[in-house]
């Protein structure tokens, strides 16, 4: 059973119809302790991150120790930028941490008509083999909508560029992040969140859990491969 984790600012409609299209098994939590008892956590995100402090305290302390044990954890969105330490966009609220690094504010370009907030269709660019981008080419395009994103670090599986190059996808043992709507994405998108699926029914192997190495999984294909 995946726990979708509902904080009242993610889009779960969306999300439960991806879920349900593809088979799989979810509820929401009404409790913390019922994230430890979790095969895999989602946590979905619209709008400003000040929204993510309803998850410190007890929820956070859940979640966080459900990711110790391994468990797999997808965050869509502002759910993947509340994995990281925080964000400008809301100073003194606490992220996950569980990835290094500062959410930061993408810069506009007037000169090629590039606006913010980042609105509609754009590539992922592929940076490392991510089983979350399995069966999937570089280049292929998935719908955003934000206005903060997440550096390129050594987490980062695929970036976008938008006037800034961000990473719009993340895959760090079992902790999995996507700042696109992967619900909104139409066919690449239900192989993402099949991809985490995929994952979640191998969660036992420890090779799984964050910083373990061996870890990375299957290469996406390359751009233009068959």
Request: glycine fraction near 12%.
């Amino acid at each position: 059973m995946i726990a979708l984790v509902d904080y009242g600012a993610g889009n779960l409609t969306s999300v439960r119809k991806a879920l349900t299209t593809l088979g799989a098994e979810f509820e929401t939590p009404r409790e913390p302790a019922e994230c430890k008892k979790a095969a895999a956590l989602i946590v979905p995100g619209v709008g400003n991150f000040a929204a993510t402090a309803v998850l410190e305290g007890p929820w956070r302390d859940a979640i966080a120790e459900a990711v110790r044990d391994g468990t797999p954890l997808l965050g869509i969105c502002v759910g993947m930028q509340w994995l990281f330490e925080g964000s400008d966009e809301a100073p003194g609220v606490r992220g996950l941490g569980v990835l290094p690094g500062q959410i930061q504010r993408l810069d506009g370009d007037a000169e090629r008509r590039l606006k913010i907030p980042h609105v509609g269709w754009n590539a992922l660019e592929f940076r490392k083999p991510a089983r979350l981008l399995a069966g999937l080419d570089s280049g292929a395009q998935v719908y955003f909508t934000h206005s903060f994103a997440a550096p390129v670090t050594g987490a980062c599986a695929a970036a976008t560029t938008h006037a800034n190059t961000f990473a719009s996808a993340v895959e760090e043992g079992n902790v999995f992040g996507v700042q696109f709507h992967p619900e909104k994405s139409s066919d690449a998108g239900l192989q993402i969140l099949r991809n985490f699926l995929n994952v979640v029914a191998g969660s036992k192997d420890p090779a799984l859990r964050t910083g373990a190495a061996g870890s990375e999984g299957p290469a996406p294909r390359a751009a233009g491969a068959a």
